[in-house]
């Protein structure tokens, strides 16, 4: 398990920057085997939202960050999300639930699903929400294709990445001042019974499913999370 205090902490010794190309970097914290409380991260996806408003009122270079991790389970709710998709009296709750700042409706977090948090300023890129959620889903559809071999697509008028009716990966975000935080979560081996207690992004109609479900040589599913 690892802290806040413990992350932070190890940022510039324990994780080094990757350079995408010559003129932009993009710092990238690779946690994606380690169990990090959600709580934890929230908080220091805050803390880098923080530090790179203020590196744009210097007018000082803020490259992107990218933190990739799992969490201990837990149920996170958007903004406005309605508690009526909780299949449990909150008071007596299965898991830990938050409500956020991102976007969206509630979805659950837990081993075996892949969290990225992409915390970037979006001026460097394009000032468009519509195209960077868009961007978020490509980058899954086009891994699922190439390592997998499996054939995802988007579905009319919701956010995330399909395969057939089962939504392998949920997108919800919030944007600060052009900053981007919240991010995407793709079920690799996720258990999907704690779906069962919820109604995952509010969609009545649709299942969750994780890539161990649609790969059928799961030993190079579980490579990926172990």
Not at 155 to 161: A, E, H, N, R, Y
């Amino acid at each position: 398990m690892v802290t806040l205090n413990r992350v932070s902490n190890q940022r510039a010794s324990d994780f080094a920057s990757v350079t995408r190309d010559d003129r932009r970097k993009c710092e990238l914290f690779d946690l994606c085997k380690r169990l990090v409380p959600y709580k934890d991260a929230w908080n220091w996806q805050k803390d880098i939202v923080r530090e790179k408003r203020t590196l744009i009122e210097k007018k000082e270079e803020c490259p992107d960050t990218l933190i990739v991790l799992q969490h201990h389970p837990v149920y996170t709710l958007g903004t406005g999300s309605s508690t009526g998709y909780l299949n449990f009296d909150v008071e007596d709750a299965p898991y830990e639930v938050y409500r956020t700042e991102r976007g969206g409706e509630v979805t659950y977090h837990g081993p075996g699903q892949l969290v990225m948090y992409p915390i970037i300023n979006l001026r460097n890129h394009k000032m468009d929400l519509h195209w960077y959620l868009r961007a978020l889903e490509e980058v899954v559809i086009r891994v699922l294709s190439s390592t997998f071999s499996i054939e995802a697509s988007r579905v009319d008028g919701l956010t995330g990445v399909w395969v057939g009716d089962q939504k392998l990966a949920a997108i919800g975000i919030k944007v600060s001042h052009w900053i981007t935080y919240h991010g995407l979560a793709l079920n690799v081996t996720t258990d999907l019974k704690p779906f069962d207690w919820i109604v995952p992004c509010g969609i009545w109609n649709k299942k969750v499913g994780s890539i161990k479900g649609c790969y059928k040589k799961s030993d190079c599913v579980m490579d990926v999370m172990m």
